[in-house]
């Protein structure tokens, strides 16, 4: 294939709840779409994940357009591709940006998986036919407010309980969930809101038989990680630190995680996400796919990456009503008893409603 055409919008859509983390508050996102015309007509669509302001990691929505118009797009417009895997080797002299590389290389699979005739899921070697979904549960304004949104989501069948934590906000709510909740599949997610002087403090948490303790340590620090994991029972996984197949190895090799949360945009894209799947696979290391609070088209990719086999534990994929009044894909991503059935036609699986990607647009660029 070759890519002739790409336009960037700039998406602002708002959330239906606002999502609380160690860091800070969302009300709406703001993200990237890159949608991907190639030389016989067709187009596939991609997502940046990156948020507003730097605080998951060092990319912007900003970083990511600038990376994309300077340097990523011009890497890979008119360029022969015979497979996406080749995308990451054309991107071989722009150091990290991962988030920036992705949302093409997203457009590139879907438009791959079009022209082979298959699904993306099937594209990247996806069995599964549905997959398992949990939920990641914001930090609330009480403990009470937390425990009825549980109840809510362990009816409408969600498989799994992510609950953000962060210091005063931890040890206290994971007894009362465990105390409310005994059969319900609990986890956490810190952030990077600790220390390893914190130790003491996590070391509670064992106490509540959690599935994982996610990122509960500085994002670049697999060292103090590795020492964490001898002092608790609770498995770790991390999130933040992991950006490659070489980072997932380290952090394995040394005890720093036994269990990984693949992202597609912190990895540089699907190829790299298929590769630390790979890895983790044979190493007895279960993965589940992360979410970024996407639209549809991010939700997509991250339903088709989870058919993969080594996606054992269900992922932070939700439906689209999770989050938005009204998703940017037809029909949209829907839960139903803990399940979304993944899609079988062809591409992404998911029609994209182009005047409700109108209606969110706050600014576009097309390059030829
Ligand atoms: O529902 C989702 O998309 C995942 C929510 C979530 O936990 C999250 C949302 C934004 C940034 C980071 C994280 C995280 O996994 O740490
Ligand atoms: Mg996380």
Redesign the pocket.
Known sequence: MKITEITIRQLKMKLKAP?T?SFGTFDERDFLVLEAKEESGLIGWGESVAFHSPW?NEETLQTNWHMLEDFLIPLILNKEIHHPDEVSQLFEPIRKNNMAKSTIEGAIWDIYAQQTGQSLATALGGKKEKIDVGI?IGIQNSIEELVALVDGYVKEGYKRM?I?IKPGWDVEVMRTLRETFPDVAFMA?A?SAYRLEDAETLKQLDAFNLTMI??PLASDDIIDHASLQKLIETPICL?ESIHSLEDARKAVELGSTKII?IKIGRVGGLTEAKKIHDYCEAHNIPVWC?????SGIGRAHNVALTTLSNFILPG?T?GSNRYWEKDIIEPEVVVKDGYIEVPQQIGIGYEINRETVSSFTVAQKTYQ
């Not at 992360?290 to 996407?294: A, N």
């Open positions: 999502f983390t998951y990641s992510k953000k997610d952030n996610e990122q999130d949360n992360g979410g970024m609070l996407e932070d939700a």
